[in-house]
């Protein structure tokens, strides 16, 4: 049994724990992360792939790119599913993009959409090199005219294998009632940071930083909307920052 000592060495332990920019994993340990990193994801990330991330690393809104093995799991659901028609909501510099991109068929299709192009632009040369360029249709602006445009026309419905999300928290379910109907049945959304942080199970008065308690609220309420929506199947993974599968069952 652990004693008083212990348990503070080990609380503290916590609290200084993934602090370094652009760490979005939730694994109690930075070893162990580092294992699945060295062992797992980056023996087997494309060179691309690899270039880009190095890229985005050097950005000052690092913190934002999609983590290398949650690149690697969307790579493998994609192909799981055979997913052919896609969509992506907050691109940021094209990482999990790039995931995306090479693991469709050649005639695959991504509509990508993002409200900073610049952002966009720093992976485009590396997506452009793998020649992969061809399947992305990418809009800059906000994600809901877009969408709404979508859904007026009935073509649209049910036209989606899968739609990722990683942008805005304050329009997830916004966003949701919109994509649950232009994905297909059986086909998927995932919505990326559902465990914001950690903070989803943080106490009310616990030291956050300003962004990260802004939006929890906007997580907490998409998590608990999700678990109740009887069109979809969910799991909620600790991969990265939290990601939510949602399969469409009606």
């Known amino acids: 049994m652990a004693t008083k000592a212990e348990d503070e060495q080990q609380s503290q332990a916590g609290t200084g724990r993934h602090q ?3 760490h979005k994993s939730l694994l109690q340990s930075d070893a162990l992360y580092q294992y699945i990193l060295e062992t797992s994801v980056y023996p087997r990330e494309p060179e691309p792939m690899k270039e880009l991330r190095e ?5 000052p809104w ?3 790119t999609t983590s290398a093995d949650e690149g690697q ?15 992506e909501i907050g691109v940021y510099t094209g990482y999990s993009l790039l995931a995306t991109a090479l693991a469709l068929p050649d005639d695959g299709k991504i509509l990508a959409m993002d409200i900073n192009r610049e952002n966009y632009e720093l992976g485009l040369p590396v997506i452009q090199k793998v020649g992969v360029a061809h399947k992305i249709d990418f809009k800059e602006g906000p994600a809901m005219p877009v969408l ?12 989606f294998d899968f739609i990722f999300v990683d942008a805005d928290k304050d329009n ?8 649950v109907k232009l ?3 059986g086909g998927l959304i995932g919505y990326d940071n559902t465990l914001w942080n950690g903070s989803v199970v943080a106490p009310p008065d616990a030291p956050l930083r300003k962004y990260v308690r802004y939006y ?3 997580v907490l309420e998409l998590n608990k909307a999700l678990a109740a929506d009887p069109r979809i199947e969910i799991c909620m993974l600790p991969v990265g920052d939290g990601i939510t599968l949602c399969r469409r069952i009606k």
Request: proline letters at 0%; aromatic letters at 8%.
């Open 73 to 87: 799991f969307l790579s493998m659901l994609l192909k799981l599913i055979n997913a052919k028609n896609t969509m």
């Open 148 to 159: 709404d445009g979508l859904v007026q026309d009935e073509k649209n419905h049910g036209s």
């Open 216 to 218: 929890r609220d906007f």
């Open 62 to 64: 690092n913190l934002m």
């Open 20 to 22: 370094e920019v652009g």
């Open 183 to 185: 994905v297909k049945v």
């Open 55 to 59: 890229i985005t690393a050097k950005h």
């Open 172 to 179: 997830y379910i916004n966003y949701h009632e919109r994509l």
